[in-house]
């Protein structure tokens, strides 16, 4: 089938589903088969560390960095793959990631060594973090502003049900056939979405005025890596040169960032942004939120093994009642958030992540799992109703055209929460296997869940006109609730 022949199928396809008023709902379902494909091997591969290590000859140490390089690697490249495609079309940039990512997921399979595997996985994720800015912003572009919450409800939905659904499925197949078949079901899948994506999506305007700015890019790339390599990594090397020459670096980068921000003809991410209090509120939420979340989730496993002395396969099972009160939520919350307005909505899950960590710290001390498995429920319910919120209150405080880089600094701030909660709480708990160290690290954990509130509480509720609208003076703010 030629060039010719096949955008005239693909022409068919877009004008059927228009003609059906079904648009929405295709970019919907195709961003969400996306990224389902991308994020289901994320807890199979937590759990199968020791197995790989095993298979590869090497450590579990060594083996762990097939989940921290991609993560430090994704929160360099979301800004940048965001920001390429505000200017060159988010259909594009979407769809040119995701298929070299489930080219390079194939080669996954046929790592020789540690070195392989981690440079072959992190290549894919990286690349493949194209999809999540992009597919946000797919999304957004084509949902009224008064939607935004409710999409973004179903897209956190997959975010949080993928990992379990291959945790379930995937546990038992590893355990057949190996680890080595589950990225060849990766590129498998992923296949579908591709399609989809090519014959479905329409493509975002694309940004002829303005250009890419690559020193700003480095600076961010710089900052973002310094931080995200030193939280990362002083859990287990504690505060040593290299972690302060991370810090360092962090720091300069960021504050280089700002400098070249503020001087150049066109920002990667403008800084006038952050005079914006939703955005900036929303940015800060984030990230605390995504510290006191991530922080309790990498210490429920220890807390049930330790204290409570579950197995591997009993531990599984009780952690799945927290992505799966996650996925059940975030619709919900979503829904919610376009008839009352994001604050309130984004508020309550901020004080359930704050009361179920306290109630995780109190479970252990107490020797109640009954406690720590409604903690989990109301931790996931938590994360479940705030982020989609907080995700659309983001998108709203920015134009059209700045979809792309805003999605992906509200992911970059999550992810860089999420290592410093990890990295705050697991120092804290320090190993000892103490319910009274697990209490204390919950404790801090709501402390931080707290600060979330309090950037919460700092949104302006929006709601708009069904019609999309680019001009911040079609809102008015009254009290908590904007009306038009």
Known sequence: MNRATTREARDQVQGRIARNGRYQRWVLLTALAGMFATTFPVTLLAVSLATIAEDLGTTETVIAWVISAPLLGSAIALPILGKLGDLYGHRRVFLTGFTISTVVTALTMFAWDPLSLIVLRGLAVVIGAATIPSSMAL????????????????????????????????????DAVGWRPMFGIQAVLSVIPVAAAYLVLRETPRRTDVGFDVLGSLTLALGTGGFMFALNQIPARGFDPAIAIAFAAGAIGLAAFCVVESRVAFPLLPLEFFRRRNFTASILAALFSGAAYMGGFILAPLLLQSVFALSVSATSLVMLVRPASFSATSPIGGSIATKIGERPVAMFGSVAIAVALVLLGLGGTSDLLILVVFALVLQGIGNGTSQPTITATLSNSVDEADLGIASAAQRMAFQVGSALGISTLTSIYGGTEEASDFLTAYLVGAGLAVIALAFTSMIRSTTFDDEPNDDDSARTEVGGLARR
């Open 139 to 174: 999304i957004n572009s084509e949902y009224p502003r008064s939607q935004r919450a409710k999409a973004m409800g179903w897209w956190s939905l997959v975010a949080a049900g993928s990992p379990a659904i291959g945790l379930v499925i995937g546990g038992p197949l590893i």
